[in-house]
């Protein structure tokens, strides 16, 4: 059979999209729509599924902490839990978790406050991190600690990054809580007051003051501040850092914040990113933890998901899916077929064909519009067949 015999429905270059695109007949519009739509799409999961917040987990901003989670969640041996509900706290092992809070919203109280103590009390480790003083001071009075943040600005006028307010804790204590970390690089902290029974685990250089920059230096009391301390509680541990910004992105990898961090997470099991009092999570993010929380839910999505598929990828999804209808409700015919069994003419209906075909493509030769009538005919054969 020649080129020229060839069944129009049978060539994927004249009935598919190349052989649109050589003829000329893509319907540039419906295109353009169908990008925007891609688009719109892609935007609306990128809203969804990311924040805005400061300090927020899924904020791959300069002030989120996206990459302190994911450095988290990619340690081996380590399970990341994100919990919105402080009730979350009663499921946890206290001995094997770590608990993050930072610079949060709202205050801990009555049952929320009482859950957190409960596991700081029973073994775990809370580490508390904020610069403004209240709510994080409320948490760590809430659960029975003696250190408190101040509240003030810190700021060293000689061992700084980028400014004074961007002082270097140049003292950090050896031990494994510290990870290894010889200084720390600050971002508008202030300075935390250990009481009497913590062990201070970083400190400024001697020449940091609390005071905004229009304090007069003369009068200032400069002084090797505490930025970081560690103190028990019940069995467990609470650690008080006066600078929340240390875990964000723009300032985790800073000399040597991720290495600080790390130390404090690295022998749990279990690290616990706490935001129920604080950032509130993307809609996306926050359905992924919904479904992963109940076994249920995940089981009839996927049940659904699987449905859909074996739909799509059948070889007629409209007639798998109207042949499983109700045969009162199923349509006995498509309008195409209503139209054509009202003419009832078969010459007619080829002829009718033909002139609507002439019309849209009035370079075809006769010849081409009889092989694509044809073709027409034995697809609308093979469907009625399927039927």
């Excluded at 917040?53 to 994100?82: H, K, M």
């Excluded at 201070?200 to 250089?205: C, E, F």
């Amino acid at each position: 059979m020649s080129s020229r015999d060839r069944d129009p429905s049978d060539d994927p270059v004249a009935t598919g999209v190349v052989g649109r695109l050589v003829r000329g007949d893509v319907a540039w519009p419906r295109v353009l729509l169908g990008a925007v739509l891609v688009a719109l799409v892609v935007a609306l999961l990128a809203l969804g599924a990311t924040s805005t917040s400061a300090f927020g987990i899924y904020n791959p901003a300069w002030d989120g902490t996206s990459e302190f989670r994911q450095s988290v969640a990619a340690e081996e041996g380590t399970d990341l839990t994100v919990v919105r509900d402080a009730a979350a706290y009663d499921s946890l092992d206290p001995d094997e978790t770590v608990a993050f809070v930072s610079a949060p919203d709202e205050s801990y109280t009555g049952d929320d406050a009482a859950r957190v103590r409960e596991f700081v009390e029973t073994g775990g480790t809370l580490v508390v991190s904020e610069n403004f003083a209240s709510p994080g001071n409320d948490l760590l009075s809430a659960v029975g600690a003696e250190s408190r943040v101040d509240g003030r600005l810190l700021r060293d006028e000689r061992a700084y990054a980028n400014g004074p307010a961007m002082p270097i804790a140049t003292n950090v204590t050896d031990s494994a809580a510290t990870g290894g970390a010889s200084q720390l690089s600050l971002n508008y902290a202030t300075a935390v007051d250990p009481g009497s029974n913590a062990t201070v685990l970083a400190r400024t250089s001697p020449y940091a003051y609390l005071g905004d920059a229009d304090a007069n230096l003369s009068a200032v009391e400069l002084d090797s501040y505490p930025v970081a301390a560690v103190e028990s509680v019940g069995e467990g541990s609470v650690v008080t850092v006066g600078d929340p910004s240390i875990a964000i992105n723009a300032m985790i990898d800073e000399p040597d914040n991720r290495a600080f961090l790390t130390g404090l997470s690295d022998d749990a099991d279990t690290v616990v990113v706490d935001v129920s009092h604080a950032e509130r999570l993307p809609p996306l993010r926050a359905a992924v933890l919904t479904i992963r929380a109940s076994p249920a839910l995940g089981l009839g999505l996927g049940l659904v998901g699987i449905a859909a598929i074996a739909g799509a990828a059948t070889r007629r999804p409209w007639l798998w899916l109207r042949s499983r209808l109700p045969s009162r409700r199923r349509p006995s015919a498509d309008a195409a077929d209503r139209a054509l069994s009202a003419v009832g003419d078969e010459e007619a209906i080829a002829a009718a064909r033909a002139e609507a075909l002439r019309e849209r493509h009035p370079d075809w030769d006769a010849e081409r519009v009889q092989r694509v009538i044809t073709a027409l005919n034995r697809t609308r054969r093979n469907e009625r067949d399927d039927e």
